[in-house]
Every structure is written in C-alpha cells, then in structure tokens.
Nanobody, 123 residues
Framework: QVQLVESGGGLVQPGGSLRLSCAAS????????MGWYRQAPGKQRELVAH???????NYADSVKGRFTISRDNAKNTLYLQMNSLKPEDTAVYYC?????????????????WGQGTQVTVSS
C-alpha cells in the first residue's frame, strides 16, 4: 500500500558526508513517524533517528551531533544528513514509516520499510 524508496547511499571516506533520501508513495492519508534504521553485517538492526509529523526528533547516542534527520511533509520525503562519518557507520540504512492510508474511504494503519541503501565508510 505504501512504498518507500531510499537513495543517496555510497562509498565515502572517513570524515566525509552523505545525504540519504526516502520517498514515500501510495494512497497516504498521513504519516505519523518516519525513521532511519541501520544494520551492519552480523549485527541487529538498530534505530538511527526518527521524526514525528510535528518535527520532534530522537537520535541514537552514536550519531548525535553528526546526523540530522528531517522531513518534507508535503512531499512525503524523509532525509538523513550524515556528517563526520566513521567506519563504524558502515551499514545498510533502511527507511521506515508508519501512518494511515485511505482504502475505499476507510482509514487503515500501515507500517512500511524501504529496501535499504548501502553506506560504506572506508579509506
């Protein structure tokens, strides 16, 4: 019902920057919370940051002061600006969104994941 497509991943040197984007599409009534998660090889998926429709944010301690999450509600798009990247930031980054969709005039809740985008920090 709701598709999320991430972009912006790639290879960057330590200390560099990347900006991830996540575009949501579908018959969306509202998106309450959007977030970025990451999963490194051999590790569990972890929360990086999330943001509510009102703009309240929450960050993992490991990225505070380096990453900034933002969203464009009109475009149903989520962003993650990543600065001062470290090798330990290397992971597949996933976008997540939760909200409501209108199906035949009835509002239903949804929670969707994107397919992931690889971020590799290496010299």
């Amino acid at each position: 019902q709701v598709q999320l497509v991430e972009s912006g991943g790639g290879l960057v040197q330590p200390g560099g920057s990347l900006r991830l984007s996540c575009a949501a599409s579908g018959i969306i009534s509202s998106i309450n919370v959007m977030g970025w998660y990451r999963q490194a090889p051999g590790k569990q998926r972890e929360l990086v940051a999330h943001i509510t429709s009102g703009g309240s944010t929450n960050y993992a301690d490991s990225v505070k002061g380096r990453f900034t999450i933002s969203r464009d509600n009109a475009k149903n798009t989520l962003y993650l600006q990543m600065n001062s990247l470290k090798p330990e930031d290397t992971a597949v980054y996933y976008c997540n969104a939760a909200g409501t969709v209108s199906v035949a005039g009835i509002l239903r809740g949804f929670a969707s994941w994107g397919q992931g985008t690889q971020v590799t920090v290496s010299s």
